[in-house]
């Protein structure tokens, strides 16, 4: 039996990268007899099996939220209390919920299955989510003495490689998980070759153990009647950033570029960034909310859903993604799906894509050669088809039947 844990994505209060993953993992293995799902109990301290019928399983819808509730009081936390205190409420939060959940289970004489009591010698326990937020070592520690196969799922070593781009408590928490996956864990899934040439780089992890997994590039499907399809003769040059806002994106890299378009004359440019507010950036939000060239030239969308982001990339000219560093790369394999023209920064995992050179733009020049890019799509020097890369493209049906097949 394969269990799985997806215990920040079953209580998330907003979704991320990871949680688009979990998600998509959660939708293409549901049905399988050997695949159970599991939550991290931080009341308890164990993992709880998650029966299939759980309605928040049912209610997981990627971009999304499910109620209004959440996402007010997500806002409500974070105007409250720094980001390191949020960490301590929103786990405080969901001992509160776990507690609330095993009284209301008790009541009703539903039977809680404990993952100890369900697990035997040979099973794995799979951990795709993101686990250094909620510490279950001790009772994976239980699970290895029991015969339990242990497999992680690594997206990135960014916090060990850029510890300044993140708050304290997530490069404290981030370095235990990596002291304990590597103690703990049989196999470790790299999301790319770059990530796992990381693993290898700052860990002495076996490396026949390391593997690379793909992920798939379609997003949930929406009637194709509903999506606002992009005006022809519209003369708009619509530049689309998808990625949580906080210093490691480099929006600030790619603004400094924009004004001075704008400053310039171009007008006809916009610039539209889809992605919630993350860590340490509280300055470029409070600029993008006053910004002049707001709701003119920048559209910033804190949270849309699935049709949403699909019209966004059909509206789009260009996907611009001016990241430092990345462990994969999601919304390029997203908007070459949707037919979305391709403009990154050149680091080595964007390489791995293999692009032509006019796609990748340098990030050690002031923003020049992004100018330069950006001025190419707009007098039509840069060829928009991406067909060419399509076979390095999957669908997330193919991803998850490969993962699942390789475990």
Request: hydrophobic share 40%; glycine share 2%; aromatic share 12%.
């Amino acid at each position: 039996m394969i269990y799985i844990d997806i215990t920040d994505t079953i209580k998330a209060l907003h979704i991320t990268g990871i949680q688009r993953v979990v998600a998509n993992i959660i939708k293409y293995s549901f049905k399988l007899d050997n695949v159970a799902f599991v939550e991290y109990d931080s009341a308890l301290q164990v993992y709880i099996v998650i029966d299939k019928s759980d309605n928040r399983i049912f209610s997981l819808n990627i971009y999304k939220f499910k109620g209004n509730s959440k996402l007010f009081l997500y806002k409500l936390i974070k105007k409250l209390f720094s980001h390191d205190q949020i960490h301590f409420v929103i786990r405080t939060l969901n001992k509160i919920i776990s507690l609330k959940y095993y009284i209301l289970t008790s009541v009703n004489s539903v039977t809680t299955k404990k993952f100890m009591d369900c697990c035997t010698r040979d099973d794995t326990l799979f951990l795709v989510d993101s686990c250094w937020n909620y510490h279950p070592w001790m009772e994976i520690k239980h699970a290895k003495e029991r015969g339990v196969n242990v497999k992680q799922v690594v997206y990135d070593l960014l916090p060990i490689k850029y510890p300044d781009y993140f708050e304290r408590v997530t490069n404290s928490n981030f370095k235990l998980w990596f002291e304990m996956i590597q103690y703990y864990c049989d196999e470790l899934h790299a999301i790319s070759q770059t990530t796992a040439n990381d693993i290898r780089n700052e860990s002495k992890f076996d490396h026949n153990k390391i593997k690379v997994m793909h992920l798939g590039s379609d997003i949930n499907e929406a009637s194709p009647n509903n999506i606002d399809k992009l005006d022809k003769l519209d003369k708009k040059i619509r530049f689309l950033t998808v990625s949580t806002i906080e210093p490691r994106k480099n929006h600030r890299y790619a603004l400094k570029v924009f004004d001075e378009l704008w400053s310039n004359g171009y007008v006809d440019i916009e610039w539209h960034i889809v992605g919630k507010e993350g860590w340490k950036s509280e300055n470029l939000v409070k600029i993008l909310k006053y910004h002049p060239m707001l709701e003119k030239n920048i559209f910033v969308y804190n949270y849309v859903s699935d049709q949403k982001l699909i019209e966004l990339y059909s509206k789009s000219n260009c996907i611009l993604i001016p990241s430092i560093d990345e462990g994969y790369g999601l919304p390029i394999v997203e908007a070459i799906k949707n037919k979305c023209d391709i403009l990154v920064s050149d680091i080595d995992i964007f390489r791995e894509f293999n692009f032509s050179d006019d796609k990748y733009f340098s990030l050690q020049d002031n923003g020049h050669n992004l100018k330069l890019k950006i001025l190419q799509h707009v007098n039509g020097q840069i060829e928009v088809s991406q067909t060419e890369n399509n076979n390095k493209i999957y669908s997330w049906k193919e991803s998850v039947e490969s993962l699942i097949g390789s475990l």
